[in-house]
C-alpha cells in the first residue's frame, strides 16, 4: 500500500500517478517544464500537443485512444506511431521511451522548416528522455520526504507525551535544569 496515500498498492506506476497533493505539485511543474522543454525545442505543434495529452491521461490512469485529427502533414507518422504504442502501452513512454516514428517526424520537421543546426534530433531526443526520468526521481523523492516528515512529526509528539509524565516532578525543581530541547518541546 502507498504509505502516503493508503488506497492504492505501492507500483513504480502509483509513484507516477499518486493523487497524494504534494505530489501532484511536483506533478503539474514537471508537466509544465515538458511543455517549455517542447516548445524552446521547437516541437512539432501537432507532436507537442499530443504528448501533452498522452501524459495528462496516462497520469489519471488512462491510454489515449486517438490521435486528434488535423491537416499537419506528420498526422499520418504520429498516427502510425499511436497505433504501436497502443499495443504495448505508454508506459516505455512515460519512462523514457520514445518511439522511433515521433522521432523521425521530428528530424523531418527540423531538416524542412526550422532550418537551423541548433536544432537537432540528438538534442531534442536527450532533452525529452532526461525530464521523463528526471520526474521519476522527482516523485521518489517528494515521497521520501512527506514520510520523513511525517515520521518526525510523530516521534517529536511521542517524546513530548513521555516528558509530561514528568511534568510534576519538574516543576518543583527548575524546568532550567531541562536541556533546551526539552524545554521547547514543553512550551508547544
Ligand atoms: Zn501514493
Not at 45 to 65: A, C, D, T
Not at 104 to 112: H, L, S
Amino acid at each position: 500500500m502507498c504509505p502516503i496515500y493508503g488506497l492504492s498498492d505501492e507500483t513504480w506506476n502509483h509513484v507516477y500517478m499518486c493523487p497524494n497533493e504534494d505530489m501532484v505539485c511536483v506533478r503539474m511543474s514537471e508537466i509544465n517544464k515538458m511543455k517549455t522543454i517542447l516548445e524552446l525545442l521547437k516541437t512539432i505543434p501537432e507532436l507537442k500537443s499530443h504528448f501533452e495529452e498522452v501524459l495528462r491521461q496516462w497520469y489519471q490512469g488512462n491510454i489515449l485512444v486517438q490521435v486528434k485529427k488535423t491537416n499537419s502533414l506528420y498526422f499520418e507518422m504520429l498516427q502510425i506511431a499511436h497505433e504501436d504504442k497502443i499495443k504495448i502501452g505508454f508506459d516505455p513512454f512515460v519512462k523514457g521511451f520514445l518511439s522511433k516514428e515521433w522521432a523521425e517526424a521530428q528530424n523531418d520537421y527540423y531538416r524542412k522548416e526550422i532550418k537551423d543546426p541548433v536544432f537537432n534530433i540528438d538534442r531534442w531526443e536527450k532533452a525529452i528522455v532526461t525530464v521523463l526520468i528526471d520526474y521519476r526521481t522527482k516523485m521518489w523523492k517528494e515521497r521520501c520526504s512527506i514520510l520523513l516528515a511525517e515520521k518526525n512529526l510523530t516521534e517529536e509528539s511521542r517524546y513530548r507525551e513521555f516528558l509530561q509524565q514528568f511534568q510534576p516532578n519538574l516543576r518543583r525543581d527548575s524546568t532550567k535544569k531541562l536541556h533546551v530541547m526539552d524545554r521547547f518541546l514543553f512550551k508547544k
